[in-house]
């Protein structure tokens, strides 16, 4: 730690240390994790429709063909927008 309370990276950088800066870099993170689970969720929730509705992945699956598997993925790709909408807009 250099004596102006920063710790050095490399030659020309430094980061304050403190825990505004840290909190800062937690929750960019953490907005980013966010936002990405929200976009696995709605791509899980197509696969799941198309499944439900028999129209991709029919060897052998069990939820080919199933209506209550194209509702179950119609519902978590909806949650997965609300998701990945909340996180993106949220302030840092």
């Given at each position: 730690?250099a004596?102006?309370?920063?710790?050095?990276?490399?030659?020309?950088?430094?980061?304050?240390?403190?825990?505004?800066?840290?909190?800062k870099?937690?929750?960019?993170?953490m907005q980013?994790?966010?936002?990405?689970l929200?976009v696995?969720?709605?791509?899980?929730?197509?696969?799941w429709?198309?499944?439900?509705?028999?129209?991709?992945?029919?060897?052998?699956?069990?939820?080919?063909g199933d209506?209550?598997?194209?509702?179950?993925?119609?519902?978590?790709?909806?949650?997965?927008?609300?998701?990945?909408?909340?996180?993106?807009?949220?302030?840092?």
């Open positions: 730690m004596s102006d309370g920063t710790i050095a990276y490399g030659l020309h950088s430094s980061i304050p240390w403190g825990s505004a800066t840290l909190g870099l937690f929750n960019v993170f980013s994790v966010s936002t990405l929200g696995l969720m709605v791509c899980l929730g197509g696969i429709v198309l499944q439900g509705l028999n129209i991709a992945f029919l060897e052998g699956s069990f939820m080919a209506p209550q598997w194209a509702l179950y993925g119609a519902i978590l790709a909806l949650v997965g927008i609300g998701q990945a909408v909340w996180s993106a807009r949220r302030r840092n």
